[in-house]
């Protein structure tokens, strides 16, 4: 069903794209007929060489997912000759961009050895943004070409935001139904990129400025040091992310690796953390946040002896003060590795109680943080639904249950109603699929 919608949603992507592209070239060819042939021709080959240059250096978020700065090559193509055009300079630089896929496999990648679809799909989540723009600024009556201040002003910050909105909202879309990248996670990566890449958007009208002027194209190449600068500025920043990512997936395959009971433990309690994240109504930093801590909960258990982890009986007090170091450990680990002060937190309260008997500080009430409130949770679900070397796992039924006979004791009730709900919620969802 998702590879479905996924197929659906890609190919109503490129099928818009097509009609607003094919429209956009056939404006901008008789545009062409009423102008200097010569001189336009020139200008719009100038201009597709430029957005080549940007979109060849690309940011790759992960696998096959990439952003670029294309959007400031496009802004100057939109300011000085108008939407049309700008499509149209977008659509023909695909035929010459080249880029090196630094995630993965190592190659170049240009359109004459890449997925026909992903090609398309990329070209229309741009222009779909595009004739987007264009339309919405035409509505101050503006023309291209008018640098008459400040409507020109008002003009490139409506243009510059709302095609970076426009493409960051279809790009999270597909990173939502695709696997690897979680929307949450896309959302925290883009909403991070925001003060890295509109800052420099306004580059796109200083290049047009100097476009206008003579030897106007010289100036215009050396206004692309300070793009290449930014783009490295936003590929650390990406790079920082993806390397977080690496790290948390290598913590869980050390984990899983040692106690095969656990295996998908930390991924489940994740997926129940954010469903009742979602129904308490969180925004979507604090549910990447909530998800992150949630998959590196029991990252401490790589400091538990095997003969206690893995033990089939009951625990001897040793034993379990022992294993109840574990996230004083866990906290450690990821305060070493610079996660965020909410992530550890919650790796390090996961087990406090609501009523202050847990462990390891004996925090009460609201002196537990809302996100480990959550986790712990989650946490407990998990445990009670997960086969163990000595139990089976329990009904569904019955564990939430016992999670509501604890609520005001183990656990805040504000997260076990919220549980209740999200469960509630998702068991209609499955018998309406069914």
Not at 83 to 94: D, E, G, M, Y
Not at 139 to 157: D, I, K, N, R, S
Not at 303 to 332: Q, W, Y
Not at 338 to 351: G, P, Q, S, T
Request: proline letters at 3%.
């Amino acid at each position: 069903m998702q590879q479905k919608w996924e197929r659906v949603y890609t190919w109503g992507i490129i099928s818009v794209g097509l009609v607003l592209g094919a429209v956009a070239i056939v404006s901008a060819v008789r545009q062409y007929a009423l102008t200097d042939m010569g001189g336009y021709l020139r200008q719009t080959l100038y201009l597709t060489l430029i957005c080549a240059v940007c979109r060849s250096l690309p940011v790759f978020l992960s696998n096959n997912k990439a952003m670029d700065l294309s959007v400031i090559s496009i802004l100057m193509t939109y300011l000085t000759m108008g939407t049309a055009q700008a499509i149209t300079v977008f659509t023909l630089s695909t035929l010459l961009i080249f880029s090196f896929n630094e995630q993965g496999e190592k190659r170049f990648v240009c359109i004459y050895n890449s997925s026909p679809v992903k090609t398309l799909f990329n070209v229309g989540s741009v222009v779909i943004p595009i004739a987007i723009s264009g339309f919405a600024c035409s509505l101050t009556g503006w023309q291209a070409g008018e640098f008459v201040y400040p409507q020109v002003l008002l003009v490139t910050a409506i243009f510059a935001i709302l095609a970076f909105l426009v493409n960051a909202l279809i790009m999270m879309g597909l990173f939502s139904m695709i696997d690897g990248l979680s929307r949450y996670e896309a959302a925290h990566m883009l909403v991070g990129l925001i003060p890295n890449v509109l800052p420099v958007m306004p580059l796109g009208y200083v290049m047009a400025l100097f476009l206008r002027q003579e030897n106007g194209m010289l100036l215009v190449l050396f206004m692309l040091l300070p793009l290449l600068l930014a783009r490295h500025g936003w590929k650390l920043y990406v790079d920082s992310i993806n390397q977080q990512q690496r790290l948390v997936d290598a913590l869980n395959v050390s984990m899983e690796a040692r106690d095969p009971y656990t295996s998908g433990h930390a991924k489940r309690v994740s997926e129940y953390a954010m469903m009742i994240a979602r129904e308490m109504g969180l925004n979507s930093r604090e549910i990447y946040s909530i998800q992150r801590g949630a998959l590196l909960h029991d990252v401490g258990k790589v400091g538990v002896s095997d003969t206690v982890l893995l033990k089939p009986g009951v625990l001897t007090p040793e034993e379990r003060e022992h294993i109840e170091t574990h996230p004083v450990v866990g906290a450690n680990i990821t305060a070493q590795v610079k996660f965020d002060a909410e992530i550890i937190d919650m790796v390090r309260h996961h087990h406090e109680r609501y009523d202050g008997t847990g462990y390891p500080d004996k925090l009460k009430g609201e002196e537990i943080s809302q996100n480990a409130r959550i986790l712990a949770v989650a946490d407990t679900l998990d445990a009670m639904l997960s086969d163990r070397p000595y139990r089976k796992g329990m009904e569904q039924e019955k564990a939430l249950r016992l999670i509501q006979e604890a609520s005001g004791t183990q656990f805040d009730p504000r997260m076990v109603d919220a549980l209740m709900r999200a469960m509630r919620r998702k068991a209609e969802e499955e018998r309406r699929i069914a």
